[in-house]
């Protein structure tokens, strides 16, 4: 706390101060208002570091950055794996544009750079994607489908499609239907 605010530091051993000059940048994904009120995150040093504060949402709060996120971490990741991976399938960034990124910006890169060394080609695919991505995006696809009529034909058809889903799933045997 004295070092962020007299900007001097004393060297063990000795009895001299050095002037510091240098600026502090902390960043969190916590809210620290709520962490100060619970006794996890002393108020003293919170006000000593928040001279400027800045609000950057999640990654999950702007899918509009993730096309230009993932050319950037295919640049750099690309060369990762037996190919070179310098574009992505439109289905593959479907994938990435409905998922959550617990991890923000981080996971996308984690998941471009995974994705790029198991490509078995020169374009990332929905195959190339991990499972959690595949997966999520799988569970959240009903969110995205919009049916028209009235809520009863609405609900008709996604019992339909539930139900088609589950027939496919099963070769056609109603009784082997999940």
Avoid: W
């Avoid at 990124?101 to 981080?106: F, I």
């Amino acid at each position: 706390l004295r070092v962020l605010q007299e900007r001097r530091v004393e060297r063990v051993g000795s009895n001299q101060s050095v002037a510091l000059d240098v600026r502090l940048v902390a960043a969190t994904h916590r809210d620290l208002a709520e962490e100060i009120r619970a006794g996890r995150f002393r108020e003293d040093l919170y006000y000593r570091l928040a001279v400027i504060r800045l609000f950057v949402p999640p990654l999950r709060r702007r899918r509009e950055d993730i096309p230009r996120l993932v050319e950037h971490f295919l640049a750099k990741h690309g060369e990762s794996g037996a190919h070179p991976v310098k574009e992505i399938s439109r289905e593959a960034m479907d994938l990435l544009l409905r998922y959550d990124y617990p991890g923000n910006v981080r996971e996308l890169e984690n998941i471009v750079q995974s994705a790029a060394v198991l490509c078995r080609g020169e374009m990332l695919t929905s195959d190339d994607m991990p499972p959690a991505v595949r997966t999520r995006a799988d569970e959240e696809g009903l969110t995205f489908q919009t049916f028209e009529g009235s809520l009863p034909r609405q609900v008709e058809a996604l019992e339909r499609g539930l139900l088609e889903e589950s027939l496919a799933a099963s070769g056609g045997v109603q009784s082997r239907a999940p």
